[in-house]
């Protein structure tokens, strides 16, 4: 289900623990699923997580599934519903917000003809708000596919950065 | 980016090198001596403890408790595996200078590390870093690597028979594993949950295992305060608040970023540095250390300098150092919403206080922002407050209660008016 | 010893208790919803909250340890306030839907919301809807809307089922309890969420919407399936059972029950309950009375008898009997001259019963076994033998226990197993007589045993290590070991063992009345309280050797028989088979020539005696239905039909008591063999592992729906070694046909890397593959 590569990220993870506590690397190996998927996967629904994957990483890293379940939904950067090619999460938290944030993504949804919480027709984009990044001081920040972040997003800034990611 | 003043972890550190963060550059910095120090001359664990101790470091994750004095916590004697944890989780809003400890100094924080392992004996470390600064982790990882490389981790480091590895663990979007406890079910794998205590993690920790939770801050603080002795740290601030702090101010000041200041710079300098308000501005609300911390009326705040005990004093908190500038556009009621809404979506769910309480919070607010209030729902929220604070796992609820208090304490006109007049006293779009 | 004071209550506690606990051992009561004295502590739901002097905020009972000095308030106005609070939290999302929940009228939030809540909300948003959920076919979370998030049933599931199988998903007010997508909850004890769910988001699929609680009226009873004996509280209306729940019982089930247990009862209202007597002939079921059956029944054993004396006559009873009607039905059998009795009736191995020198148990009360710092199970499926018993092994096993096993398949035991073989059936003898040669070679020891055959390799050896270290072990056999045969080698060897290690020895008695059977005399060579008594035939030589008639007491023999090929063929040749029978099955209707309805274990007072040697009488719960009568009424009008003495029994009670004057229950268990067998070579051959699934124990659980809808309930396959698979030429996914004397069967063939290599996994007593002959004997496969 997952490639050669992305296992041996997992076992790398595993390394990290003692022995017996391989649990802890269940967080990484949901994100590194989580990356496989984003980048073979076609469809919105092919780049985010679902039940196989998630079972299948449950039994590779050897909990139960509905344990690995958890995880992925507690955390909000586990892509959990169908995501576009890049996932755009905007933050919109207070400090963020005085200083443009949410008028970025407004900004980000109007240019890409979307909502909050949407996808583009073509499956390219999908637009989120998101709390804080603890990168409050380089607001308005956007990060991409959750882990690439840009800052200091200005107009100018995101028209440069989507036509990047064209 | 982080500005220098004075400073104890960023002395030295020229951000705009691309490699200012390699162990290269670190070791040029004098990097590495404490540890060297420490080892060549096998000074003993409570000394380091002592020396940690006199230099009046109070942790700077939010609670200021003092850092010696924690780690004498540990049971040094006890047989079996201990952990050191470091919280790079900052997710607080408006809290930002971990990421740049980490992408700028991030060998500051590893021998931190390495030496709280050796003073407290434990075999490993772990860093916990907040998940949306991927990049970072990442980059931490790789100094990590240079420092294994260099046998500054790993068996015999420097080749004495001290032993001690770390390495990172990323978070994933979970504000609440910034709490000590839910940062160590997240560790073990789990949902991020608080854990009750006591047991406290100096006993019942990582694993099971005694384990010692610090900042980042903290821990990078520690190369400089065993170089250069605990006085000299101490001095660097004031009694009871020893040493720089880096302080992030965001909002409408010029030139948001982190500043590393002496504790007790009073805010009137600190707002200085940061350029002054946006556009010339009236400065109306400060909240002073991260956004659990109550608010405080821009002129109150002008009186006080930056240390925990006159913010205290005041009816705040420093918490994390992260300073949120509001000018006098900001609607209060709105501000207030959009941290109602923060809490409201990051409670873990477990406790039922916080959980629907959060939740009822935020949708009062959000009611009367959007000027549909009621008469009694200012009674209503102090009472669901009440309901809430101190009556939960975590301090999470009480993170999210505070500044609901604190909001509708010194702007509770700004509330009425909106309730009363289903219009806003301040017109005001996030620009 | 602390000094703390409860509401003005001084008090004297232990060290490290928390103020709930504290609370119950002074009688008060604290509300609450997340603790629950067998689960961690959660601390959650707040709903605890007392006042503790000096504290600076109030502070949850469940979770805070008492200090020297500690004056607690449970209900001064800060607790009250702050109860009222959580309160307040826990109802502002709650639906407004008592009349018509499942829980309603014990409901723990509808109870404490009288007395602890307000009584009107402040909260005026809208109401969270939670979708429900699909656990499987018995705990129905269709109303999710109502939990409270107490989280009581996750913790259930990962502490005390072994496997988390429910979670909490989601964060803040979001969080879902639910099963993992698209997946069951298949614990064999999940029942037990049902009980511990506080509030009606949880609820009894087969119960639900079938009556209100407080309809129903609450007997005590025993459960009637493994041989722990399950104590159990029967609900019933209008003369039916609606519910099982599980009474405490803390030596043997705690709070809870098995699945078998608790869903079982809906066998009792089966539709094929027999209600009527009923004769065969011309071919023909014909329904009639009781005075006529009886008849039958009584020229029926007299003809036999004159034609071909009464040694061709054979008693056949269930170990799920009670112990008066397995009284009753040896009294009988021997005043009329007939000897051949036994209930072991999946036992091969003839030989134990005439070495055995009493009744088999345990070896030890349940509580000492758990409390073994070391035990050694052969021979044992035990997640489906004994699932209440594998679950408290678990917990010890937590508590520090090293659980080792010799057994014939690797199956998860959700826990920490020590050291393990897993062997053919062919090789199980070998296996524990390489541990006895260890421990004699750890020990200094010596054995009359011929152990050259046994090569010890390391997993012997650490089983070994692990009895001879521990000051308390034990050694238990499992039905697998029970039913296998070469039981006496297994038995031997274990008291070998027993000997030389100082470990304890025993069976776990595979049913709810297997001691009792023994106790009662239903032993083909001795008598009640092990008696001397003229020597009969076991079960399998009944029916290896035909005879011409058979009384069958509960017994359905085509599923219960160690070799159900050759019973089924047996009871065919007979010329007469009566059974005494709650239910009129298939094959019963096919093979009998007449059937008497007799009272399941909710219909009857009687008794069984559990693993341990307890015996636990009960009550029956409802009338017998229809024209169904208590067995042992039916035994003493035999009796006396047959002009036998001492039939003369007014109530169940009576026949107990003259069973009690005979002899001490405790005096007549022993697993000490007179000669000890054994041949230890291990065999090579395939051979079968015939196992009985969880759900076809016993006549009733046979016929619950729900449970026949489980997972564990699914159609019997051929499991095999991959390896096997291979050398053998087959084709995992596929069918596949396997043969036993001239019956073949056809099944999915599935790949177990769980099997030991050589042997071939067909379930027993299930009607697939009730042609199948002997549960461990050679088998052939071919692709099918
Ligand atoms: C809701 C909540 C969020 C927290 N978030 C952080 C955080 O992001 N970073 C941090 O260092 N400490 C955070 N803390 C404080 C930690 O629990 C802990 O006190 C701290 O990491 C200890 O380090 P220190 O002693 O060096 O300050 C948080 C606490 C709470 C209750
Ligand atoms: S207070 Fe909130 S965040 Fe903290 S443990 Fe309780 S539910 Fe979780
Ligand atoms: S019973 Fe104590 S918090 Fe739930």
New binding site residues.
């Given amino acids: 289900m997952l490639s050669a590569q992305s296992l041996a990220k997992i076992d790398y993870e595993l390394a990290k623990y003692p022995a017996d506590q391989f649990r802890s690397a269940i967080m990484g190996a949901l994100r590194i699923a989580l990356v496989e998927r984003r980048e073979t996967g076609n469809t919105p629904e092919e780049r985010c997580l679902n039940a196989d994957v998630i079972e299948f990483v449950a039994n590779y890293v050897g909990i139960p599934p509905v344990a690995a379940y958890e995880v992925a939904t507690f955390y909000n950067m586990y892509d959990m519903k169908p995501v576009g090619k890049y996932k755009l999460t905007v933050c919109t938290n207070l400090p963020c917000a005085l200083q443009g944030g949410v008028n970025a993504a407004h900004y980000i949804g109007e240019k890409l003809g979307i909502g909050i919480g949407e996808t583009t027709a073509d499956g390219k984009f999908t637009l989120l708000e998101g709390e804080c990044m603890g990168a409050c001081g380089d607001a308005p920040v956007l990060l991409v596919n959750n882990h690439k972040m840009c800052s200091f997003m200005t107009r100018e800034a995101i028209d440069k950065k989507l036509a990047e990611l064209e | 980016m982080a500005v220098f003043v004075n400073g104890v972890i960023f002395e030295g550190v020229d951000t705009a090198t691309p490699d200012c963060w390699r162990l290269e550059a670190y070791m040029a910095r004098g990097g590495y001596q404490a540890l060297k120090k420490i080892l060549d001359n096998k000074i003993p664990q409570e000394d380091v403890i002592a020396e940690v101790k006199n230099s009046g470091l109070r942790g700077r994750g939010g609670a200021g408790f003092p850092t010696g004095l924690k780690w004498s916590f540990m049971p040094r004697s006890f047989p079996g595996d201990k952990y050191v944890v470091c919280n790079t989780d900052e997710g607080e809003p408006g809290t930002f200078k971990d990421r740049d400890i980490i992408i700028y100094n991030p060998h500051a924080l590893i021998e931190g590390m390495i030496i709280a392992g050796y003073a407290m004996g434990c075999k490993a470390g772990y860093n916990y870093i907040h998940g949306e600064i991927f990049e970072a982790y990442e980059l931490f990882e790789e100094a990590l690597d240079e420092a294994r490389k260099a046998g500054l981790l790993g068996q015999n480091i420097l080749g004495t028979d001290f032993s001690f590895d770390l390495f990172a663990h990323h978070g994933y979007g979970a504000y ?1 594993c910034g ?1 000590e406890t ?1 940062l160590l079910e997240s560790l073990e794998g789990k949902k991020g ?2 854990r009750f205590k006591p047991p406290f993690p100096a006993s019942f920790g990582l694993y099971g295992k005694p384990t010692t939770i610090n900042n980042t801050e903290s821990f990078a603080s520690v190369p400089f305060i065993i170089r250069d002795g605990g006085q000299k740290f101490l001095e660097a601030g004031k009694p009871n608040n020893g040493g720089t702090k880096l302080f992030s101010i965001s909002g409408h000041v010029n030139r948001p970023g982190n500043y590393e200041i002496p504790l007790g710079t009073p805010f009137a300098t600190l707002l200085e540095m940061a350029g002054g308000m946006k556009d010339g501005k009236k400065l109306k609300a400060v909240i002073p250390g991260g956004s659990s911390a109550p608010v405080l009326p821009g002129d109150v705040m002008m009186e006080l300098t930056m240390d925990y005990d006159s913010i205290s004093k005041a009816g705040s908190m420093l918490g994390s150092g992260a300073v949120i500038v509001m000018n006098e556009d900001v609607c209060m009621v709105k501000a207030l919403e959009r941290l109602a809404y923060f809490y409201h979506e ?6 039922t ?3 629907e309480g ?1 939740g009822w919070l935020y949708k009062v607010i959000h009611r009367i922002a959007n000027g549909e209030g009621r008469d009694g729902d200012l009674e209503l929220l102090e009472s669901v407050g009440n309901n809430m604070a101190g009556r ?6 009480d993170a999210a209660v505070f500044p609901v208090r604190s909001f509708t304490k010194h702007f509770r006109n700004e509330f009425e008016h909106l309730i009363k007049h289903k219009k806003a006293l301040v017109d005001h779009k996030w620009c | 010893m602390l000094e703390i004071e409860i509401d003005g209550k001084k008090l004297t506690v232990n060290q490290g208790i928390t103020i709930m606990d504290a609370a119950h051992t002074a009688g008060t009561h604290i509300p609450h919803f997340c603790y629950h004295k067998k689960l961690s502590i959660a601390a ?1 739901c707040r709903m605890c909250l007392v006042e503790v002097e000096k504290a600076p905020k109030p502070l949850p009972a469940c979770a805070t340890p008492v200090t020297d000095g500690m004056k607690v308030h449970t209900a001064s106005p800060l607790a009250k306030k702050a109860q009222a609070g959580v309160m307040e939290f826990l109802l502002i999302n709650h639906p407004l839907d008592c009349p018509i929940c499942d829980q309603g009228g014990e409901c723990q939030l509808q109870d404490l919301a009288v007395g602890y809540g307000n009584s009107s909300s402040r909260y005026q948003e809208e109401k969270r809807a939670v979708v429900g959920k699909d656990m499987g076919p018995l705990v129905s979370a269709e109303e999710m809307s109502r939990c409270i998030h107490c989280t009581r049933c996750v913790r259930f599931t990962e502490e005390i089922g072994g496997y988390q199988e429910i979670g909490m998903a989601n964060r803040s007010e979001f969080s879902e309890i639910l099963p993992f997508l698209g997946k069951t909850v298949n614990s064999e004890i999940s029942g037990n969420v049902i009980d511990l769910c506080p509030v009606g988001a949880l609820t009894s699929k087969p119960f639900r919407y079938a009556t209100r609680a407080w309809e129903l009226s609450r007997r005590k009873s025993v459960s009637p399936h493994d041989g722990l004996g399950s104590n159990l509280i029967v609900q019933v209306k209008q003369n039916q059972v609606m519910r099982v729940l599980p009474l405490e019982n803390e030596d043997i089930n705690e709070c809870w029950i098995a699945d078998r247990d608790r869903f079982s009862y809906e066998g009792l209202n089966s539709a094929e309950r027999l209600q009527k007597p009923m004769i065969k002939f011309d071919g023909k079921w014909h329904e009639t009375d009781w005075q006529t059956a009886l008849d039958y029944v009584v020229k029926g054993l007299n003809g036999v008898a004159n034609d071909h004396g009464k040694d061709a006559i054979g008693f056949l009873a269930s170990p799920h009997s009670t112990t008066e009607e397995l009284y009753l039905a040896q009294k009988l059998a021997r005043s009329f001259g007939v000897n051949n009795i036994d209930a072991a009736l999946r036992r091969s191995d003839k030989r134990v019963v005439a070495a055995q020198q009493g009744a088999l148990w345990l070896g030890s009360s349940i509580v000492e076994l758990l409390a073994a710092k070391s035990v050694l199970m052969v021979g044992s499926t035990q997640r489906t033998e004994q699932p209440l018993l594998a679950s408290r092994l678990r917990q010890s096993v937590k508590k520090g226990m090293a659980l080792n096993v010799i057994h014939t398949s690797d199956d998860d035991l959700l826990t920490r197993v020590n050291a393990k073989l897993i062997v053919s059936p062919l090789a199980l003898v070998n296996a524990l007589a390489q541990v006895l040669k260890a421990a004699v070679e750890i020990k200094s020891a010596s054995t009359t045993l011929d152990l050259s055959a046994a090569n010890v390799g390391a997993e012997a050896r650490a089983i070994a290590d692990s009895l001879c270290a521990a000051e308390s072990a034990a050694v238990v056999l499992g039905n697998v070991a029970q039913h296998h045969p070469a039981f006496a080698e297994l038995l031997s060897l274990a008291q070998e063992i027993g000997r030389v290690t100082g470990a304890r020895f025993g069976i776990a008695a595979e049913a709810a009345n297997s001691v009792g059977a023994d106790i009662a005399g239903v032993n083909p060579q001795r008598g009640p309280m092990g008696n001397a008594v003229t020597a009969g035939l076991a079960a399998s030589e009944m029916l290896a050797a035909p005879r011409k008639a058979y009384v069958l007491l509960n017994s359905e023999i085509e599923a219960d028989a160690y070799n159900s090929q050759q019973a089924v063929a047996a009871m065919k040749q007979a010329a007469t088979v009566i059974a005494l029978t709650a239910f009129k099955g298939e094959a019963l209707l096919d093979y009998a020539d007449v059937l008497l309805p007799i009272a399941p274990f909710s219909e009857t007072a009687g008794s069984f005696v559990n693993m341990e040697g307890k015996l636990q009488p009960f009550n029956g719960v409802v009338r017998p239905l229809g024209e169904t009568r208590p067995a042992w009424k039916v035994l003493r009008v035999l009796g006396n039909m047959l002009n036998l003495s001492g039939f003369d029994f007014n109530s169940a009670e009576d026949v107990r008591a003259e069973l009690l004057a005979q002899g001490d229950i405790a005096a007549a268990l022993n697993n000490q063999l007179s000669s000890v067998a054994a041949n230890v070579a291990a065999g090579d051959a395939l051979v079968r592992i015939g196992e009985v699934p969880m759900y076809q124990a016993d006549a009733i659980c046979r016929r619950a729906g729900s449970l026949q809808k489980t997972a564990a309930a699914a159609a019997p396959v051929i499991a095999l070694n991959p390896q096997d698979i291979a050398k053998l030429g087959l084709e995992a996914g596929q069918p596949a046909i396997v043969s036993q004397g001239e019956a073949e069967v056809r099944l999915q063939l599935v790949a177990d890397a769980a099997v030991a290599a050589g042997a071939v996994r067909v379930a027993a007593a299930h009607p697939a593959t009730q042609a199948l002959g002997g549960l461990f004997e050679p088998i052939q496969i071919k692709r099918g």
């Fill in positions: 609440i709490e839910a949950q608080p990051e409670s873990c769910g477990q406790c206080p916080c959980r959060t939960t796992i975590c301090a999470l609820a | 959650n």
